[in-house]
T-cell receptor, first 111, second 114 residues
């Protein structure tokens, strides 16, 4: 079955700098790659997703890139702000099957 | 997301007790899931259901059972609770006909087994 590895487990960046979180997946049939953000004490919520027919997607300060050949995808957050502090989860799915999550990255934005 | 609700929100119980966690949704989604969240371990899938007659084990189903009573309701049971089942439990839904598998999570149930 699918296995999703996420790195790093913890990331600290200065406010205003960029943050990058990386994930790899094992199932070449996976075609949907969402990213979820979980603020402290709250539920995970989708922030951006990408499908296998697209290499990059942007939404304001966040972007996701996908390399199907290498089976890895990354989340990029630019001009980080205090409200970006949270746990971020990547995930992979074949669309017709369950979704598998990575173990999460705790992002700290330092003042 | 108020469309996915979980009861109870917090529960403290003792080892050996039977516990049921309930999830309801008004989103009209076919697919429902139960996840467990432990620090450093992310979201691990316990069980999932793609429609009322479909039940599937996830990666950590031992010690748990589920019931899909209706399209809108999916309950998780711990037949005999043990301390290492202390965790935060999330229910989620997704729409099989929608754009991909976007998951909509409930607010979570914090379960403590003493």
């Amino acid at each position: 079955g699918e296995n999703v590895e996420q790195h790093p487990s913890t990331l600290s960046v200065q406010e205003g700098d960029s943050a990058v979180i990386k994930c790899t997946y094992s199932d070449s049939a996976s075609n949907y790659f969402p990213w979820y953000k979980q603020e402290l004490g709250k539920r995970p919520q989708l922030i951006i997703d990408i499908r296998s027919n697209v290499g990059e997607k942007k939404d304001q300060r966040i972007a996701v890139t996908l390399n199907k050949t290498a089976k890895h995808f990354s989340l990029h957050i630019t001009e980080t702000q205090p409200e970006d502090s949270a746990v971020y989860f990547c995930a992979a799915s074949r669309g017709d099957d369950k979704i598998i999550f990575g173990k999460g990255t705790r992002l700290h934005i330092l003042p | 997301d108020a469309d996915v609700t979980q009861t109870p929100r917090n529960r403290i119980t003792k080892t050996g007790k039977r516990i049921m966690l309930e999830c309801s949704q008004t989103k009209g989604h076919d697919r429902m899931y139960w996840y467990r969240q432990d620090p450093g371990l992310g979201l691990r899938l316990i069980y999932y259901s793609f429609d009322v007659k479909d039940i599937n084990k996830g990666e950590i189903s031992d010690g748990y059972s589920v019931s899909r009573q209706a399209q809108a309701k999916f309950s998780l049971s711990l037949e005999s609770a043990i301390p290492n089942q202390t965790a935060l439990y999330f229910c989620a839904t997704s729409d099989s006909g929608g754009p991909g598998d976007t998951q909509y999570f409930g607010p979570g149930t914090r379960l403590t087994v003493l």
